[in-house]
């Protein structure tokens, strides 16, 4: 209470914030007529005026105010778009590193221009960073021209660019592109061998449009780049033939709610037996450290056998398990279990085991984009989620006005008993908004949810749009002129962006009825009665008379103008019954323009806000109700069993719903927590990705210093010199005789691994020698055989051959220790068991794993130079066959195998096309598993689906 009177006279932090612009603003709006008065050379000679100031002293900040004036005058001259005065506090608050939160139709897109423009003056780089390909092309020929008129270049990074198109994209000033594609380029540029090879720059400014569903939402995934590894099927086939042996609560437990198997006292001392008599084992018991990986794959090998069902989970067709959808119940061909769990499905079932793909490199958001000098976003929903984006990323969210005041009516949420109901509800809506006009939006929560609905407006009289024909909106065009509604509809959920944008910039049209799936970042404005902009292109992509574009894209002007006043005028007059013995009933007016309706409430408020967000742009009217029922996820929380039995009782019939505030309030309260323990979960994730990230930090920054040098000799004899001393204090101990000596095992070891036949044993016995002159004798003939060796091949050429040894090497024990990594966090919680942190046993023996890699590199390093002979210095090492994932560590589900996978769109079968070798264009999706249609005989993705 005491809060909310000191806000009222006072204001709030937020306000005080942006009341702090307005001299800025001010400034700007000042310097208007004398920047409008320049000719367009002289404000494009602003940018290089800019420049030099910087390099004499003047900061970033002391240039805002005349690089802003000179951006939005540049955007008056390209776009025929003026920034408004809330934008350029928007562009003020992503130059100063933080959240800018501006309503959906608030122009962030072009908000972003003013800070990319200024900081890219500086000359390092500016990312801007989009959800998908399509915005990252859009947007970067849109707002390019503005950069292009003021001097500074623009690239795009787009999924299959070749290195050197990367490179050319990343050189530019200012480089549009997705988080995925920024953070796999980060992962293979520290897998090149070469400098020159690597395409980015340094991580110094990133804007983040759709700030919230990328740093929060996406960030729930890692990045992960894979690569085959070596065929293991014999070793899957070992531990399969162990799991009849062991009984079910003897020898391990299933919890199938959580879908977890864990093995018993009794079953770890059987597992031990067998592994041991396969010789399997390494150590003395199975859960040291150096046994994580064959831990891993026997609990896979327990889930596929107790929790994975034939012809439920998976079929097994052609010498192949193939996963079933369990929404659809289609199969998910191309699609494979990660962490090995197909691979012990396939040994399960005695098919053909296929390679597992091992982790080359991986990276979540969060240390990717932490890497960034100074990083800011933008999104119209970052609120509800401030607390997350500044504890991981130190990002505060600053709420800017909107240019109009919002004219939308936010309905309380209609609740019932059950989903057909609901769905019933929903129908009649949509046909009272249908009869006079008003466009509806309805958001649901996933693609399956979308074509339940969707298909039950089929069964209801309703027709799909099909957008793969051209002029598919012909139809809902001529029923909005003549006033009748057609009955039409579309759904939105599949990934094809470009067809995504028409259908969203076309849903505001009278009487247009869309379903979708999730709103956020589709980066198109719904506007009332349809776009200009889009319709112009696609209906005068054929005309070549410019005169008669013209006149098209007037005629097409003037009627988007008549349905924006049909769907303005779209109100719906209601009459609210009233209690007994109260007044007579009174008449309420609801808004006309775009209908928001939710199907049910997602876990975050924020995904809610979205949606609402997409009606009400610019001080448009509209209106948003969300309908539920109590068996919705969300309202399980509840106890809906308990809720049903007390509405029944209460004499809630069919068909009723239950409205009223506090059930509002009731489902916030649900929602905050379920968004706090969802940020749990994340902060936790990376808190063990963390420690992985220290490790990357390190290799990554070796590997650049290597590649920095033209000679790594020093380090290599450093390496040789540290393993020897090594070698010689482990089998010569320190203040023991020489008849203590382990000498037998010391002249093995030097054979072994520098190839030396050296008589450490005679040498053992000369009077009075110490454990120094031993070791002292072995380096000098160590180096005596590795200058031999620069003699024999050059300078030059072992130069190359010792650089290129290190790398390969370094990333070859990299990878085998990232799958260490994995299989350690997977079986580490059970240290939970034995009281003791789980977090702190994972940074200890991650820790300790790290120092024996770099103990086994010295080894491994030494081992190969001592014997190498010759490598021709004129061929490069190649990388890995490597695929990119976006694996989600607790579901175990592949968001880019997922899409290669995906979804035929409602209501339409994929034709079969003939797949022509010699034609790509003929061949369609392909999947990762599936034959190269080329012929070659390769999987796909070794062959035309191969990483580069």
């Known amino acids: 209470m005491i809060g909310a009177l000191a806000r009222k006279f006072f204001g709030s932090a937020n306000d005080r914030r942006v009341k702090g612009y307005q001299s800025r603003v001010a400034a700007i709006n000042a310097l208007e007529p004398e920047v409008a008065a320049l000719s367009d050379d002289a404000l494009k000679a602003r940018?290089?005026?800019?420049?030099?100031?910087?390099?004499?002293?003047?900061?970033?900040?002391?240039?805002?105010?005349p690089a802003f004036a000179t951006v939005r005058e540049a955007a008056k001259r390209t776009l025929g778009q003026r920034h408004f005065d809330v934008q350029l506090i928007g562009g003020m608050v992503l130059h100063e590193g933080d959240i800018a939160e501006m309503k959906t139709g608030e122009g962030k897109t072009l908000v972003a221009t003013l800070a990319v423009y200024l900081n890219a003056l500086a000359g390092q780089g500016v990312h801007v960073v989009t959800v998908n390909d399509y915005l990252a092309?859009?947007?970067?020929?849109?707002?390019?021209?503005?950069?292009?008129?003021?001097?500074?270049?623009?690239?795009?990074?787009?999924?299959?660019?070749d290195d050197a198109e990367r490179q050319a994209a990343y050189a530019c000033d200012?480089?549009?592109?997705?988080?995925?594609?920024?953070?796999?380029?980060?992962?293979?540029?520290?897998?090149k061998y070469r400098l020159e090879d690597m395409v980015q720059r340094k991580h110094f400014y990133a804007i983040v449009d759709e700030v919230d569903s990328i740093l929060i939402d996406e960030a729930r995934t890692p990045l992960i780049i894979s690569g085959p590894l070596d065929d293991r099927s014999e070793f899957y086939n070992t531990i399969d033939t162990f799991l009849p042996k062991l009984e079910k609560v003897i020898d391990f437990e299933v919890d199938e709610k959580q879908?977890?198997?864990?093995?018993?006292?009794?079953?770890?001392?059987?597992?031990?037996?067998?592994?041991?008599?396969?010789?399997?084992?390494?150590?003395?018991?199975?859960?040291?450290?150096?046994?994580?990986?064959?831990?891993?794959?026997?609990n896979q090998a327990l889930r596929a056998h107790s929790l994975f069902n034939r012809d439920k989970d998976y079929i097994v067709r052609d010498d192949e398990v193939i996963i079933i959808d369990e929404f659809t119940g289609r199969m998910m061909q191309g699609r494979r279990y990660s962490e090995g769990l197909h691979q012990a499905l396939e040994a399960k079932e005695h098919v053909t085991v296929q390679p597992e793909n091992q982790t080359l490199a991986s990276i979540t958001f969060q240390n990717y984009f932490r890497m960034y000098k100074k990083l800011a976003g933008m999104t119209g929903t970052a609120l509800t989620e401030a607390d997350e984006l500044f504890d991981i990323y130190k990002l505060e969210v600053v709420e800017v006005p909107t240019n109009v005041g919002i004219g939308r009516m936010d309905e309380d949420d209609e609740v019932y008993r059950t989903q057909d109901e609901k769905h019933a509800a929903i129908l009649a809506e949509i046909e009272r908004a249908n009869a006079r006009m008003q466009p509806v939006l309805v958001g649901t929560a996933s693609i399956e949810k979308s074509e339940v609905l969707g298909e039950y407006l089929l069964?209801?009289?309703?027709?799909?749009?099909?957008?793969?024909?051209?002029?598919?909106?012909?139809?809902?065009?001529?029923?909005?002129?003549?006033?009748?509604?057609?009955?039409?509809?579309?759904?939105?959920?599949?990934?094809?962006?470009?067809?995504?944008?028409?259908?969203?910039?076309?849903?505001?049209?009278?009487?247009?009825?869309t379903i979708a799936t999730n709103m956020a970042g589709r980066g198109t404005d719904i506007k009332l009665g349809g776009s200009v902009e889009m319709r112009a292109q696609i209906e005068t992509a054929e005309i070549a008379d410019e005169a008669e574009k013209a006149a098209k894209i007037a005629e097409i002007k003037a009627e988007i103008e008549r349905f924006r006043e049909i769907v303005l005028n779209a109100k719906e007059v209601v009459e609210i019954e009233p209690a007994?013995?109260?007044?007579?009933?009174?008449?309420?007016?609801?808004?006309?323009?775009?209908?928001?309706?939710?199907?049910?409430?997602?876990?975050?408020?924020?995904?809610?806000?979205?949606?609402?967000?997409?009606?009400?742009r610019q001080g448009d009217p509209g209106r948003s109700k969300f309908f539920l029922s109590l068996e919705d996820d969300l309202m399980r929380i509840f106890g809906s069993d308990r809720l049903d039995t007390m509405l029944t009782r209460l004499g809630l019939k069919e068909g009723e719903a239950i409205i009223h505030p506090w059930i509002n309030k009731a489902l916030e309260k649900a929602q905050q927590k379920v968004e706090a323990r969802n940020f749990d979960i994340r902060k936790n994730l990376l808190k063990y990705d963390d420690v992985q990230n220290d490790q990357r930090k390190v290799i990554f920054e070796q590997r650049v210093d290597l590649m920095q040098n033209d000679s790594v000799a020093e380090t290599v004899n450093d390496m040789r010199r540290a393993f020897v001393e090594d070698l010689v204090t482990k089998h010569v101990p320190e203040n023991q005789y020489a008849e203590q000596w382990d000498v037998v095992g010391l002249k093995e070891e030097l054979k072994r691994v520098l190839d030396l036949d050296l008589p450490v044993d005679e040498w053992a016995k000369e009077e009075g020698i110490a454990d120094e002159e031993l070791l002292n004798r072995i380096e000098q003939k160590a180096d005596e055989h590795m200058a031999a060796k620069v003699a024999q091949w050059g300078p030059d050429v072992m130069r190359y051959?010792?650089?290129?040894?290190?790398?390969?090497?370094?990333?070859?024990?990299?990878?085998?220790?990232?799958?260490?990594l994995d299989h350690l966090r997977q079986v580490i919680g059970l240290r939970g068991y034995g009281q003791r942190d789980p977090l702190q046993e994972y940074k200890a023996e991650a820790f300790n794993l790290f120092e024996a890699m770099i103990s086994n590199l010295r080894e491994a390093v030494t081992a190969q130079l001592m014997r190498v002979e010759i490598v021709p210095p004129d061929v490069q090492p190649e990388?890995?066959?490597?695929?990119a994932h976006k694996l989600d560590y607790n579901t175990g589900e592949d968001e880019m195998a997922f899409a290669n996978a995906a979804l035929a769109p409602m209501g339409q079968q994929q034709p079969a096309v003939a797949r022509d070798p010699n034609n790509q264009d003929t061949w369609g999706k392909v999947g990762r598993n599936e034959d190269c249609p080329c012929g070659s005989g390769k999987k796909f993705k070794h062959c035309h689906g191969r990483y580069a």
């Open 47 to 65: 940018t290089a005026e800019f420049k030099a100031q910087l390099e004499a002293g003047k900061t970033l900040d002391d240039l805002l105010v």
């Open 137 to 161: 092309k859009r947007d970067s020929g849109w707002m390019g021209q503005i950069y292009s008129f003021l001097g500074l270049t623009t690239g795009v990074i787009v999924h299959g660019l």
């Open 174 to 191: 200012i480089t549009y592109g997705t988080n995925n594609e920024y953070g796999f380029d980060y992962l293979r540029d520290n897998m």
């Open 259 to 298: 879908r977890t198997v864990t093995l018993t006292e009794a079953g770890m001392e059987k597992i031990e037996t067998l592994l041991r008599d396969a010789g399997q084992l390494k150590g003395e018991t199975l859960y040291d450290v150096e046994n994580v990986s064959v831990v891993h794959h026997i």
């Open 459 to 513: 069964k209801n009289g309703y027709k799909l749009i099909d957008f793969t024909k051209p002029k598919a909106m012909d139809k809902l065009y001529a029923a909005a002129r003549s006033g009748k509604p057609a009955k039409l509809f579309a759904v939105l959920n599949a990934r094809f962006h470009e067809q995504e944008a028409y259908i969203v910039a076309e849903a505001g049209v009278p009487g247009a009825i």
């Open 580 to 616: 007994k013995g109260s007044k007579p009933a009174k008449t309420v007016e609801k808004p006309g323009g775009l209908y928001i309706m939710g199907s049910e409430r997602h876990e975050s408020r924020r995904i809610d806000n979205q949606l609402r967000g997409r009606s009400g």
């Open 801 to 820: 051959v010792e650089k290129t040894i290190l790398l390969q090497t370094l990333d070859h024990l990299w990878r085998e220790h990232l799958v260490m």
């Open 879 to 883: 990388l890995p066959v490597m695929e």
